[in-house]
Structure formats: structure tokens, C-alpha cells
């Protein structure tokens, strides 16, 4: 079991830019979190995910900021026209039920840096 | 609405002495608490969990934590620190109502030889 992969690791854009984040859960896991780290401050919760619904965006911005996670294929976290407030480093779990019940694996993050 | 506090941004402490990492929380209902690691480029790895039962938690690393209802806390624990237990520490709680892990704001424990 290869844990859970982000890609890419590390990632830059030029202002305005569109920035996709891959994250591919652990195999057997259907639930998938986001989270963002911004320099010096802890995790931020984004959104939450199950197969092809989202279960609770209440930490996404409102604007520019999507998410899925399809039935086939990684959960994807899309940011259009970004700006340098969105460099940050953002992580992905994944859990094979909700949290409650069992532990969430995170992958090694994206580090979005936009210049 | 749930949350966690960490109220030291980092703690420092010798190889070889005690480490405490602290952490308060407030919930409404029972606590589900979490300890998380994150080393230097790395994502985060679980150390242990509080749900019900025993209130002192035993983990990964030879880390602990100790729940204490009458004070919200459950502070990280190791009786012996190793320069290579250097990383990130959070504290997070489940907020029951989501199933989403809240996290705190970190700690840097810092470990000299």
C-alpha cells in the first residue's frame, strides 16, 4: 500500500494562473479530507469528501477554490486565477470511514507557491 | 463549536529529560482527541487518540497523552526525549457533528543533544 500520493510535490504559478492539486487516497479509503498550511500557522480544514459527493466545503474560499473526488480516478483541488495568498503547502487524508472511527492517513502535501 | 488550543509555539527541551506538549479543547459532548506528528517536508503522521476508556493514551514513538476532563487538556507526554522526536506537533479534535479533524496551530518541539 503506497499511502496516500500528492502530486505534484511542489508546484508555481504565476499570479492569475490555474493550480490543480492530485491527491490519491489510500487504496480501500473513500474518504478524503483537505486541508491548508499556511507559513506559521497550523492545518485549516477546507473540505471533505466522500466518492463523488462533498460533504462539507464550510473551510473552502467561496471563490476560486473547487473540489472533487470522482469515481474513478484522485480528488482533485482546483484554485483559478490565483494569488500570492494561496501559496501555502495543502495536505490530503484519506480514511477508510469519518474520522471518528478511524485513523486519517495524510499525504506529503503540494507546496503551492505563486509568484 | 469545537477547537483546540496549543498554547506554546514551541517548547524546548534536553535529550534524555521529560517532554510535555500542551493542549487544551473545547467540545460540545465527548471529546475524540487526536496527536499528530509532521516532520521537516513531510505530511502528517498519527502518533495516537483519545475516544473513550483509559485516560492516559499510549502511541506510536513511545509517546503518550493524558486526558483530563476537570482541566479540557490532554497534554503529549515522553519520558525521555530524543533529538530525532524534533517535528511539528498538533493537537486535533473531531468536531462530531462533521467528522472533520480540527487541528491546532502546531507546536515545535525542539530537542537538543
Redesign the interface.
Known sequence: NAG?M?NPRHLVRRRGQEARLRCSPMKGHSHV?W?RQLPE?????MV?LQKENI??E?GMPKERFSAEFPKEGPSILRIQQVVRGDSAAY?C?SSTT???NT???????TRLTVV | AQSVAQPEDQVNVAEGNPLTVKCTYSVSGNPYLFWYVQYPNRGLQFLLKYITGDNLVKGSYGFEAEFNKSQTSFHLKKPSALVSDSALYFCAVIDGNTDKLIFGTGTRLQVFP
Open positions: 496516500v500528492q479530507y486541508y500557522e497550523g492545518l485549516k480544514f471533505y460533504i462539507d464550510s495536505f487524508a469519518g474520522t471518528l485513523e486519517a492517513f495524510f499525504g506529503q502535501g
